[in-house]
């Protein structure tokens, strides 16, 4: 599991040229670190009900990383099934297709989580530590990354997807990741003019 390795393990095995881990664990790690800033932040605000709020929310990214390694695997080896025969066609395009629905969920777990993490961001910065505003500020930076990250990786999941439903969806959540970017940039743009005073 990711959340149980070293730095330097999982960035090995990020190099290494194996399919997973990829950018959407990656994704999902930086929105852990992001969290865990502003959870620094909240408590050097007095802000203990945030900082909470926060590490609850590292914890589920952590989680997210893992989900989203296990998918993309899924995927994978859906791709890897044999097509020698008619038979075999449909079977691996059958199991493409689910694991790519599947594998759709994580990165778009990760625009919610995303957003629930500006909305903490939003509130520290309301009565902010001046001393730990570039704390906030790398944070959010991390969630922002995040943010393309899963847009990124739901573009990918979305240009084979077959099923109706499921493309709207992706579309939909792709729409909310572009949304929150910008959301992010805002957050960003005013923890700097604070720290330029």
């Not at 520290?124 to 990354?145: E, F, K, P, Q």
């Not at 439903?165 to 940039?185: C, F, P, W, Y």
């Amino acid at each position: 599991m990711i959340r149980d390795e070293s730095i330097e393990g999982y960035v090995n095995r990020l190099a290494s040229g194996e399919p997973t881990p990829g950018g959407g664990a990656t994704g999902a790690l930086l929105l852990a670190q992001g969290v865990g800033l502003l959870a620094m932040a909240a408590r050097f605000s007095d802000h203990e009900e945030l900082a909470e709020r926060a590490a609850t929310l590292a914890s589920r990214a952590l989680a997210l990383s893992d989900d989203d390694e296990q998918a993309f695997a899924r995927v994978s080896e859906a791709f890897g099934l044999p097509k020698d025969t008619d038979g075999d066609r449909q079977e691996r395009s059958r199991r493409i297709q689910e694991a790519i629905r599947a594998a759709a969920v994580p990165p778009r777990d990760l625009v919610e989580a995303s957003g629930a993490a500006l909305r903490i961001a939003e509130d520290i910065l309301a009565d902010c530590n001046a001393n730990v505003l570039s704390d906030v500020g790398a944070g959010l930076g991390c969630v922002r990354g995040t943010l393309v990250a899963a847009a990124a990786t739901l573009e990918t999941d979305l240009a084979p997807l077959q099923d109706e439903d499921a493309r709207t969806q992706v579309s939909a959540d792709i729409l909310e990741a572009d949304r929150l970017i910008g959301q992010a940039d805002d957050l960003i743009d005013r923890t700097r003019q604070r720290i330029r005073g």
